[in-house]
């Protein structure tokens, strides 16, 4: 059984590890040219969210994800609170559907398929790691409360 001192300087440091992947994630997704396949990158605040989400409780994982959102939100110029929420796929094609294909622009079904589905393709691999970090840390900073 561990001290209050000791489990709440554990949460501490979680939240911070959690905070500190949220901005190297947001580094990597912004960063220009990097990990670039034509026009299609790969998310990863989305992954992020999406593993806090798993791992930690409804609220805090809630909270969380949104955060992630309001950073993607936030660099990627666009509304507040737009990609605050959703999954890879149906974030870029309601995104897709109402900046590119409603109005009218020419170019917009290429658009999905060179861009959208392969962005969506991806951000499989980015998943994979970006759970396996958070997994680790939340098994890091797991706090013994002595019940079995």
Known sequence: MESR????????????????????????QTTPGLFQLGDAKPLWLLPLALAVAVEEDEFAGGIFGAVC???????AGRTVGMLAL?????????????FYYMPGYSGAVERYLWFVLPTAVLTIPVCALVFGCVRRIHAEFKIDNGIV
């Open 86 to 98: 959703g999954a890879s796929l149906l974030v870029l094609s309601l995104d897709w559907l109402f």
């Open 69 to 75: 959102g309001l950073m993607w939100d936030y660099t």
């Open 5 to 28: 001192r000791k489990r709440s300087r554990s949460q501490i440091i979680k939240w911070v590890c959690y905070t500190l992947l949220m901005l190297l994630c947001t580094v990597l």
